[in-house]
């Protein structure tokens, strides 16, 4: 029950934030675009148009980065996580989780290399 809760709760929210972002874009963009640049003034639905474009061309990756097996970017860590204990391992990945929201990419043990 909890959880159908608070992913409303988020669903409604995002969709707030969104609104919120629109208006203040359509606002910002309406203010300084036709003094600045003499362009045109743009609607609510040109200014989420607009949000959209910019999330596809400037966006990134979002939140890929919590694929499940993802090493390869995190190889620079196996040295120092296989130099912690299980303790100080588990510490960290806490903190990671934390921060970041996930873990997964963090190896329990250290990979086996191709030439073992």
Not at 26 to 44: A, E, H, Q, R, Y
Not at 79 to 103: I, Q, T, V
Request: one cysteine or more; proline letters at 4%.
């Amino acid at each position: 029950m909890k959880r159908g809760w608070m992913i409303a709760k988020c669903v409604v929210f995002g969709a707030l934030a969104l609104v919120a972002l629109t208006a203040v874009t359509m606002f910002l963009w309406n203010w300084l675009v036709p003094t600045l640049f003499s362009g045109p003034k743009i609607d609510f639905w040109q200014a989420l148009g607009l949000l959209v474009l910019s999330k596809i061309l400037f966006g990134g990756k979002g939140n890929w980065h919590c694929k499940q097996g993802d090493y390869q970017h995190y190889g620079h860590w196996r040295a120092k996580l296989s130099a912690m204990s299980p303790e100080e391992r588990e510490l960290f990945k806490k903190r990671l989780k934390d921060k970041w929201g996930c873990y997964s990419q963090v190896p329990d043990e250290k990979q086996p290399s191709s030439n073992d």
